[in-house]
C-alpha cells in the first residue's frame, strides 16, 4: 500500500472522528496562544493536519493530495530509490510543521484564533509534483485542465500571497503559501544532496521543450 494511500485513510478516519468529538478537535487543533503557553503543545502542528473543519473541507485536500501524491511518491522513489517512501513521508510530515510556524508567529497573541486542515502539507506535494513534471496541464476551480504548472504555480501564489495579506475568513492562506514553496525548496536540496538529481535543471529543460527550444 502507498504512503498516499496510507496518510489518506489515517485523515479520513480521524477527521471524522474528530468532526464528531469536540474534545478530540479541540485536543488535535492548532491553537497558537496555548502552544506558546504551553510548549509541550506543539505536538498540534502535526495534529492539526489529520482533522478538517467538514467533510467538503477534507474532501477537497485528499482529492487534491490523491491526485498529485502517488506521481510524487513514485518519482521520489525513482529519485530516492529504497529510501524514495522515508523521503516523502518526511516531506509530508515535515511541512505540516513548517508551513504552520508563520502562523503561530502571526496568532500567538490571539486566544479566538485556531487552525487545522492538511492544506500546507498537501500544496507542499502539488507545488512539487509540479515541479517535478512543470507541464503537466491542471485546472484552477472551474477552469479545465489547460494550464501548464509552471503558469498555474505563479497565479496560485500570486493570489495566496493577496488572500493572506488580504486577511479575513477562515482559510489558513499563510500554510497554503508557506507549504507551497516548502515543497519546492525541500525538493530541491533532498534530490541534490540525497538523489543526486538536478530538479532544477530538469526543471528547466521541460520549460524550454515546452517552446520548443
Keep these: 500500500m502507498s504512503i ?5 485513510i489515517i485523515t479520513v478516519a480521524v477527521s471524522l472522528l474528530a468532526m464528531n468529538n469536540e474534545a478530540l478537535m479541540d485536543k488535535f487543533i492548532f491553537h497558537p496562544y496555548s502552544v506558546a503557553r504551553d510548549p ?3 505536538y498540534r502542528a502535526v495534529t492539526c493536519g489529520f482533522i478538517h473543519a ?5 474532501a ?7 491526485m498529485f501524491g502517488d506521481y510524487v511518491e513514485q518519482f521520489f522513489g525513482m529519485i530516492f530509490g529504497p529510501t524514495g517512501r522515508f523521503f516523502y513521508l518526511l516531506l509530508y510530515v515535515s511541512s505540516l510543521v513548517v508551513c504552520i510556524v508563520p502562523t503561530y508567529h502571526d496568532h500567538k497573541k490571539q486566544y479566538n484564533y485556531h487552525s487545522l486542515g ?3 502539507a498537501v500544496s507542499a506535494i502539488v507545488f512539487a509534483g509540479i515541479f517535478l513534471q512543470p507541464t503537466m496541464q491542471i485546472g484552477f476551480f472551474f477552469i479545465p485542465p489547460i494550464i501548464p504548472g509552471f503558469v498555474f504555480g505563479p497565479i496560485y501564489l500570486a493570489l495566496t500571497v493577496y488572500l493572506s495579506k488580504k486577511g479575513g475568513g477562515s482559510i489558513n492562506h ?17 534530490s541534490r544532496f540525497a538523489g543526486n538529481y538536478d530538479a532544477l535543471g530538469t526543471f528547466v529543460e521541460q520549460i524550454k521543450m515546452y517552446f520548443g527550444k
Design 4 to 8: 498516499t494511500l496510507i496518510i489518506i
Design 54 to 58: 467538514d467533510f467538503m473541507h477534507l
Design 174 to 190: 499563510s500554510a497554503h503559501l508557506w507549504g507551497s514553496l516548502y515543497g519546492v525548496v525541500f525538493l530541491l536540496i533532498a
Design 40 to 42: 509541550q503543545q506543539w
Design 60 to 66: 477537497f485536500n485528499m482529492f487534491s493530495f490523491y
Design 118 to 120: 492538511a492544506s500546507g
